[in-house]
C-alpha cells in the first residue's frame, strides 16, 4: 500500500468508530431518559396509591437516571446565564429540583406534595425532549 492510501484508510476507519461511538452514546442518552420517564410514571402511581415509600424510590432512580443522562451529555452553563438560550438546562435544571423535592416531601411523609413535585419534574423532562 501506497502512504496516501494507507493514510486515506486510516481516515475513513477514524471517521467510521467515531460515528459508532457518539450513535452509542446518543442511545444511551435516549435510554436513561426513557428510564427517568419511566420511573417517574411509576412514583406518580405509587403516590396516587398512597405509597411514600414508592415515590421516594422511584425519584432516587430517576434521578440517577438522570445523571448518567448528563454524564454521557452534559449541558453547558454560561457565567451569566439568559433566560431561554439554553432551554435544555434550564428543564434539566427544573427537574432534577423538582426531583430533590419529592425526594424530601416523601421523606417527610407528604404524598400529595410529592405526587405533584414528580409531576412538575415530568413535565420539564417532556419539555426537555421537545426543546432546541
Not at 57 to 63: D, I, K, L, N, P
Not at 76 to 103: S, V
Amino acid at each position: 500500500m501506497t502512504d496516501s492510501i494507507k493514510t486515506l484508510t486510516y481516515g475513513i476507519v477514524t471517521v467510521l468508530l467515531s460515528l459508532a461511538i457518539s450513535i452509542g452514546l446518543v442511545h444511551a442518552e435516549e435510554d436513561h431518559g426513557k428510564k427517568a420517564k419511566e420511573h417517574l410514571e411509576e412514583a406518580i402511581k405509587s403516590g396516587k396509591e398512597g405509597s411514600t415509600k414508592g415515590i421516594l424510590s422511584h425519584s432516587e432512580e430517576a434521578r440517577k437516571e438522570l445523571i448518567e443522562q448528563n454524564k454521557d451529555h452534559p449541558y453547558t452553563h454560561l457565567q451569566k446565564p439568559i433566560y431561554g438560550e439554553h432551554q435544555k438546562a434550564e428543564h434539566d435544571k427544573e427537574a432534577f429540583e423538582e426531583i430533590e423535592e419529592a425526594i424530601e416531601e416523601a421523606k417527610e411523609g407528604h404524598t400529595q406534595e410529592a405526587v405533584e413535585a414528580v409531576e412538575r419534574a415530568s413535565t420539564h423532562l417532556r419539555e426537555k425532549e421537545q426543546s432546541k
